[in-house]
């Protein structure tokens, strides 16, 4: 549900402006308004600039503590500036160190590489060679392709041999012209490097050792000057946000706060004597947002912000979206066993990581559904529960609402009829919420259009759509659906835009002119509406045929090996296809669910979004 809120105009002096905002942000309930669209200072440049560095800091310390797990107790650092700047400095020097040491250290393995086939060798020796005329050359190349003739021409010495690649060195007194590739060695023994690399690592374990006696020792420091700067922000923002007037004397700000909270505002501002100016939001206003829900619907908040909040002249979708979400979801991945994973895995990052616990209790919603609607059409890891031959489960295989067992609707599949029948319901929700919105914002007469259409729609539906399903209607439930259908008309084409009514004449005609047309968009548009959900259908249906491809293949491709070693490949087998199976499912479950509400379900309740969220100015504690 969206808050209620009130609209604040403060006429500030300057004498009592920082006393006033230092009160205003003790109340934490006040939303200031951004006067001075894109207004910067150097101050609030800085602020963010610092938080940026704070924020890469932390990031770095994270890793560190992630990463590297060099003792169980952290030597102590001792530090000789321990301010904010100092130790941001320092991890920030550390971490690039730890750059530079990194860089270094592959340098090093690399010129290793290149020199561990040829093992220990001193280049003094070779020097002297070359001091008396003889060139060593290094080359590579097949095992295959070596020449014996070269060890005769070319004093050809083989070195090493690996992986079918031959590492041999010639002494000539010129370049000798060989079909093997020449190699550059670097300039320093083996051991040498092997020296350097100990070198390094050791510096770079002293590196780790100290980004984690920072993060022990002084992470709440740095933690509290974050905090401290993102209050900083908070304020300069705040600063930015006033309007001048009256030579500078005067600043006016805008704020807003909660219904509920607002009068303990209004009773600080009468004893500190501000002028203010209290108001209900004009419908123009930019509103900040704040959706409170139930426990259930606010699991599904995350989804909704992925499209955006509501403005503050929408309906909340939230209450509606949730179950509707979650029953797609379902229906999308249609496997009872994938959703028993789901369900398990959710609850163990309830219980295994309380910081997202919330996401654990969605992703246990999402399973649970999962569940029973793979349960609805017997389905399990693939199996197909309607055809097996087991004893315990025929009691319940006829309701299974499965294609193998059950007769068509029409010549169409039972789940598919079912999907339609979903999105039908799912829209006609849409074309109701699109009216209230309309009342709300504008009153009852502008939302009768609106749920004209709805009750005709469901009115032709009941009419016409449940004689298909066996179901006989009585002469005066025909004869009511049909005066209901008549007065829908009405609305459609006499009320569908009341404020051209201003002009009786023109009014009437152009409501007739917009009926007409809107009638053309819902015939063609309801349809493509209402085979988009056909995709709850087809995708259930996809996952089902690909866990029972890979359980055939698991059982025929392993069909000839005996039981005591049959079982690994057929693991292995099973694992590998339901790993690929769940992955593109779960990939499907979330992004189609999405476009069907982000669609169609939110171009029918006319869903505007674009709202700004309520962040009221307050000083942020630990």
Request: hydrophobic share 45%; proline share 4%.
């Amino acid at each position: 549900m969206i808050q209620k809120m009130k609209k604040f105009t403060f006429l500030v002096t300057n004498k009592e402006y920082n006393q006033f905002l230092a009160s205003i942000r003790q109340f934490g309930v006040v939303h200031i308004e951004e006067l001075q669209k894109g207004a910067t200072s150097e101050e609030l440049q800085s602020n963010l600039a610092l938080a940026e560095r704070y924020k890469h800091v932390f990031s770095i310390l994270d890793y560190a503590k992630d990463a590297y797990t060099v003792s169980d107790v952290v030597t102590p650092l001792s530090l000789d500036d321990t301010s904010q700047d100092a130790l941001l400095n320092s991890v920030e020097r550390l971490s690039d160190d730890e750059l530079e040491l990194k860089h270094q250290l592959d340098a090093v393995e690399k010129n290793i590489t290149a020199l561990e086939p040829w093992g220990e060798f001193q280049w003094d020796t070779i020097h002297k060679l070359e001091q008396q005329g003889y060139i060593a050359s290094f080359y590579v190349c097949s095992s295959k392709l070596f020449k014996q003739e070269w060890r005769d021409l070319y004093y050809a010495t083989p070195v090493s041999d690996i992986g079918g690649k031959l590492y041999f060195v010639t002494f000539t007194k010129e370049r000798p012209d060989i079909s093997a590739e020449m190699l550059t060695l670097p300039e320093k023994a083996l051991s040498t490097y092997v020296a350097e690399q100990a070198d390094i690592e050791a510096k770079i374990v002293a590196v780790h050792d100290k980004m984690l006696a920072v993060n022990d020792q002084y992470r709440d420091v740095l933690a509290a000057g974050q905090l401290d700067n993102e209050n900083n922000i908070s304020l300069s923002k705040v600063h930015l946000s006033h309007e001048s007037i009256a030579d500078d004397a005067v600043r006016l700000l805008v704020g807003w706060t909660l219904e509920e909270k607002s009068q303990a505002v209004v009773n600080y501002l009468q004893q500190s004597h501000i002028y203010y100016e209290l108001a209900d939001p004009d419908f123009d206003d930019d509103v900040p947002i704040l959706i409170q829900n139930n426990k259930f619907a606010s699991l599904f908040e995350p989804i909704l912000r992925m499209y955006s909040l509501p403005n503050y002249h929408d309906i909340d979708p939230l209450p509606l979206f949730a179950p509707f979400f979650m029953l797609f979801f379902g229906l999308c991945m249609g496997d009872a066993g994938y959703g028993t994973l789901i369900l398990i895995a959710s609850i163990a990052i309830c219980v295994m990581k309380p910081g997202i616990r919330k996401y654990g209790l969605l992703g246990a919603c999402l399973g649970g559904m999962t569940i029973i609607c793979g349960l609805i059409t017997g389905t399990f890891f693939g199996i197909d529960l309607a055809t097996v031959e087991w004893d315990w489960i025929r009691p319940i295989q006829p309701y299974f609402l499965n294609d193998s067992k059950k007769d068509s609707f029409f010549g169409y599949s039972p789940m598919m009829v079912i999907s339609v029948i979903i999105g039908l319901i799912q829209v006609l929700i849409g074309m109701t919420m699109a009216g209230c919105k309309a009342v709300k914002n504008y009153g009852f007469i502008y939302g009768v259009g609106k749920f004209s259409w709805v009750l005709a729609l469901v009115s032709a539906t009941i009419l016409f759509g449940l004689p298909l399903f066996g179901v006989e209607l009585s002469q005066v439930v025909q004869y009511l659906l049909y005066g209901l259908i008549g007065l829908s008309v009405l609305g459609i084409f006499f009320l569908n835009s009341p404020a051209a009514y201003k002009k009786p004449v023109v009014g009437t005609a152009k409501n007739i002119g917009s009926g007409i047309w809107a009638t053309y968009g819902m015939a063609t548009g309801l349809l493509g509406d209402l085979l988009s959900y056909i995709r709850l259908f087809a995708l259930g249906l996809t996952g089902g045929v690909l866990g029972s491809v890979f359980n055939s293949l698991a059982i025929d491709m392993t069909s000839s090996l005996g039981w005591g070693i049959r079982w690994l490949p057929l693991i292995l087998i099973l694992l590998f296809g339901h790993g690929i199976n769940f992955a593109l499912c779960m990939i499907s479950s979330f992004v189609h669910p999405m476009r069907l509400t982000f669609v169609e379900y939110f171009k029918n309740a006319e869903f505007e979004g674009g709202g700004n969220e309520y962040d009221p100015f307050r000083l942020k504690k630990n």
